[in-house]
């Protein structure tokens, strides 16, 4: 029997755009290529287009606001600054609305907390559903805090900001039409504002206006004359005195605040203005700087600013984990400052060595390191892959050694999570033999020879782009939620407890499929997938976004998500994914530090060396990180 392969399961980081693209950009991808025995992804994702640029015959530089209705007021109060990293209004209980929200809202995420964010998003223009995806992303990031409504800003109802916490407003489309019942009340409230992108010039009203001197007083900085600064690479974002990758590919722009009174704001982050070969380089003036850096976040009074939606070409050690700090301040201040890991190892499965097992165990727990497995509880090789042509099953219960191990790494500390059925489906090729823990289970996969559409779908080799392609033949709630069930009565079975915890194989599902891994399990522990009409009725589930998480979350499918955000080793390049030394998963955890409850969670593969998993745990020690279970992040 061939020993499973060196499977890297396959996770997103941004969107995956299967439809309405217009340029030829990085379309939905699943890492992997092969493994000395199949199939190999280290759960990376395809990445969304950066944002479309403002529409052409309308100015870019600078970005004049859209006509306002005349009854707009802005009220000024008391308060004109702000510490850095302070908010102006502590959270509150959440209690009965006082007004009623419109019928476009969609709440989710935990009940019977004391926060609740509304999330505005933008849905007009061809690039529409943009603001749904985005809206998922920065609502899922929320839910870490307490509850979450969602709904077109279009749709908004005055007096709804007073009804939550926080608000987060992401400008994904120019010129949006906003409405005036918006923008007073986040001109008048004091409740926080994180608001993202496009459009904060219609907060400010018309040049030479009452209304922009009033905003300019109160805030400090005036948006109608901010510059969307296309001309300059901004390579990484300085926060908290850290370097925060961005990729070159974001090319849609940054808008860099006009700060008239530094003394009023607090500049919170800075994108540093960089040559094509990333040495630092003095900003083009259109960003009406002098320097090497443009204001990238700004705070003052109740509003922070960020110059760009940060969830697009998203990665490991990049600026959007700077976004996921900045509710911080908004939704938990004061908040205590943590460093907890964990580790888990992955595609454990029935042919699995049970010395090998044993070995991780004993270093694990010497270490003082709890830890997780990730099991897949029956392996087949349908297509006799690895069998001379005979085809091959094997559950737990018919492997009493390997069972064994997974008993002796469970009284060493190892918690065992369940890691799909098969991790395969049927006897298809999805995308490379149909062997467990080489495939994916809950969604379709193939290779492609080209990167983008139109794909050319060929026979997997190195060289391939595995390309994610939508559901499965009899996809459905209740077929996942059977295979679920199926996986955990054979973990249950053969003695090893029933699981608490469920891993998506290669972190790729439909909807519908994670509603019916939700009928089984409370909690997952890994990436996601999100789809377009989850919540806007206009959206379309061919639009794709994958996000990983610093921190745990309450998702749009009702469970819990504990994230999984750093990656994992992996020695050899595949299907157009470089390497991932030890060293760079100890730089993404460092990375993650500038997150106030700072998470470095990460898996390995057992068939690789033991030393490069002490030297990730080392490491990731050394940064002042404490190994927790899983279930503690």
Avoid at 281 to 306: D, E, F, H
Wanted: charged share 15%; proline share 7%; with cysteine.
């Amino acid at each position: 029997m061939a020993r499973h392969s060196r499977v890297r399961g396959a996770l997103i980081v941004g969107v995956a755009l299967t439809a309405l693209l217009t340029t030829a950009q990085p379309a939905p991808a699943a890492g992997g290529g092969h493994g000395k025995h199949g199939g190999r992804h280290d759960k990376r994702q395809p990445v969304l287009i950066s944002p479309p640029t403002p529409p052409s015959g309308r100015p870019r530089i600078p970005a004049r606001p859209a006509p306002k209705p005349r009854t707009r007021t802005l009220t000024r109060t008391a308060s004109t600054t702000v510490a850095a990293g302070a908010t102006t209004v502590a959270p509150m209980a959440v209690s009965a609305l006082a007004v009623t929200p419109p019928a476009t809202a969609r709440s989710f995420g935990p009940t019977g907390g004391t926060t609740s964010t509304l999330v505005l998003y933008d849905t007009t223009s061809a690039y529409g559903w943009l603001g749904e995806l985005y809206a998922l992303a920065a609502g899922n990031l929320a839910t870490h805090f307490g509850r979450v409504t969602a709904e077109p800003v279009t749709s908004y109802v005055a007096g709804q900001i007073n009804d939550h916490t926080a608000v987060v407003y992401l400008g994904s489309t120019y010129n949006e039409p906003l409405p005036a019942a918006f923008l007073n009340d986040v001109v008048a409230s004091t409740k926080p504002v994180l608001w993202s992108g496009f459009n904060v010039w219609q907060l400010s009203g018309a040049a030479g206006s009452a209304t922009q001197t009033a905003f300019t007083t109160k805030y400090g900085w005036d948006p109608t004359t901010s510059y969307l600064d296309t001309t300059d690479t901004m390579a990484s974002v300085t926060y908290k005195s850290r370097a925060l990758t961005r990729s070159t590919l974001n090319t849609g722009g940054l808008l860099g605040p006009h700060i008239t009174n530094a003394a009023a704001v607090s500049v919170l982050g800075q994108a540093n203005c960089t040559t094509a070969a990333g040495a630092p380089t003095a900003c083009a003036a259109i960003a009406q700087s002098t320097g090497t850096s443009v204001p990238w976040a700004i705070r003052s009074a109740n509003l922070t600013y960020v110059g760009e939606i940060p969830f697009s070409y998203m990665s490991e050690s990049d600026r959007y984990l700077a976004y996921a700090d900045l509710l911080f301040p908004a939704l938990k201040p004061g908040a205590t400052a943590s460093k907890r890991a964990a580790v888990r190892l992955e595609d454990v499965n029935p042919t699995s060595d049970p010395a090998v097992l044993r070995a991780f165990a004993d270093s694990l727990s010497s270490q003082g390191v709890p830890f997780q497995v990730g099991v897949i509880p029956r392996y087949t090789d349908p297509r006799g892959v690895f069998t001379g042509g005979t085809a091959s099953t094997i559950s737990l219960a018919n492997r009493p050694l390997v069972v064994s191990a997974l008993k002796y790494m469970q009284s060493k500390g190892g918690v065992l999570i369940q890691h799909g059925f098969t991790h395969q489906y049927s006897n298809v090729t999805n995308p490379y033999n149909a062997v467990s823990g080489d495939d994916f289970e809950f969604y379709r996969a193939r290779c492609s020879s080209t990167p983008n559409p139109p794909y050319q779908f060929v026979t997997c080799v190195d060289t391939s782009w595995v390309r994610l392609t939508g559901a499965l033949p009899g996809d459905s709630q209740s077929w996942a939620a059977g295979r679920v069930t199926s996986g955990r009565q054979l973990m249950t079975n053969a003695g090893l407890g029933t699981p608490t915890i469920f891993e998506t194989p290669h972190y790729s599902a439909t909807a519908a499929d994670y509603r019916g891994m939700r009928q089984v399990y409370a909690t997952r522990y890994e990436r996601e997938l999100l789809f377009g009409g989850s919540i806007w009725s206009g959206g379309s589930s061919a639009n794709v976004f994958g996000q990983f998480f610093p921190y745990s979350v309450n998702d749009i499918y009702g469970g819990k998500v504990l994230p999984e955000n750093l990656g994992n080793f992996e020695s050899e390049a595949y299907n157009n994914n470089p390497p991932r030394t030890a060293a760079q998963v100890v730089a993404n955890a460092a990375a993650n530090q500038v997150v106030t409850e700072s998470v470095a969670s990460f898996f390995f593969h057992p068939d690789y060396p033991l030393a490069e998993l002490n030297a990730i745990v080392g490491g990731i020690k050394q940064l002042g990180y404490t190994f927790v279970p899983a279930a503690q992040l």
